[in-house]
């Protein structure tokens, strides 16, 4: 038997795949970002019809068994807060206000904030509760989060999170390197209200300030206080829920001057 | 919000950031230690065959083994589980398998770099899982055969 010897050359490499990992990247990324856009597409088109189809009274039947006050103390010690119900209930009386039980909690967080919960629940901070002083300031802060209620945002959000979590159950089920990956794509897609929403939230809480105090002065307080104590740079709106405060001054102008003219008009019902 | 997305989203980015750095740089010089060690070797032919050349007197016939683990980093991990999705050819898995069976081989070889060839070469490969969903956290090949030894002849 005679061995023959070659020298080495490329094709000991054949099946090294060498060199092929930035390609390969680019092209998962690419067909990645078009299965997120494709699925997220799908969920937000069923979750969408879906609530729509969804009445408010199998909404307020539906989250009452899943009440969420069992877990959070009742504070009736907190006189602040029993105003802001007493603002709630008052507000709630108003015909556009979609007719669900209306109940407020607190949540111990210095963060401003307040959030719908499905079946009529809304969740103030006691961050947000310390920085009101006035009935009007309060009125539009529960009337941004009944308009909320009244564009379904609630039920839309949870949707959509429980159909890209479990889309992605399915998709990474087990297979994924690391959870957190998955958790934060998700994290990113499912950010709680888009700014569209947000600010439709704006101009309804706005016009059912207006029409149940017949005034706006105070509202805009509000955000110059929100502002003040805003420590986050402006560029950083790009990825937060709630648009910049200065932002919403101005668009909340713009509408108030909008329903102003309207209201001043004779065809106007007021 | 963007303080909790920044650990949330960009840790497991600057891992796998990192994972691609250092993952790309210490497989290219491995690649270049195979490369130059295969130069030196490559007058050591190895082959499947069972058995050997006849009519040439031996002095020296022993098993050679040589065995190596290399792991799989968060990139390639990253870029397989993607292709998990879509279906193909992994290719991050293919580079350290091929590393894995050229190490193997080339310690096997050094253990007699004094034998004339090597037959009966066998190549098994297995995954050392690790953590709870047993994924496949690094590869052993494991590389054995005959080496064997011509005795000297005065014409050589």
Known sequence: MKLVNRELRESSDASAARGTAFKELRRLLVYAAILALVVYVIIATVVDLVVARISYETEAKLFQSARLEKWIPEEKSNPRLVEAQSILDQLGTSPEVPPLPYRLILLENECPNAFAFPGGMIGITSGLLDLLTEEIEFAFVLGHELGHFYHRDHLRGIGRAVGVGITFAIIFGGQMGSDSLGDSVQYVLDRRYSRAQEDAADDFGIALVYHTYGRTEGVDRLFQILEESDSMPSWAYMFSTHPDPSDRIRNLKNFVDAMMSETDSPAGDG | ?156
Do not use: W
Request: aromatic residues 8%; contains cysteine; positive net charge.
């Open chain 2, 1 to 156: 919000m963007p303080a909790e997305m920044i650990i949330n989203l960009g840790f497991p980015i600057a891992v796998i950031a990192l994972a691609m750095i250092t993952g790309t740089l210490l497989e290219k010089r491995h690649f270049t230690s195979i490369r130059r060690r295969e130069e030196t070797f490559h007058r050591m032919p190895v082959l499947t065959v069972k058995g050997y050349p006849t009519g040439t007197p031996i002095s020296k016939a022993h098993m050679v083994s040589g065995s190596t683990v290399v792991s799989i980093d968060y990139f390639k991990r990253f870029l397989a589980s993607l292709r998990n999705i879509f279906g193909g050819e992994v290719r991050s898995y293919c580079s350290l398998l091929d590393r894995g069976r050229r190490e193997a081989i080339l310690r096997m070889k050094a253990q007699d770099s004094e034998a004339d060839l090597i037959v009966n070469l066998r190549v098994e490969t297995s995954s050392v899982a690790q953590g709870k969903r047993k994924q496949l956290g690094s590869t052993e090949v494991l590389a054995y055969g005959t080496a064997i030894t011509f005795r000297k002849t005065a014409t050589e």
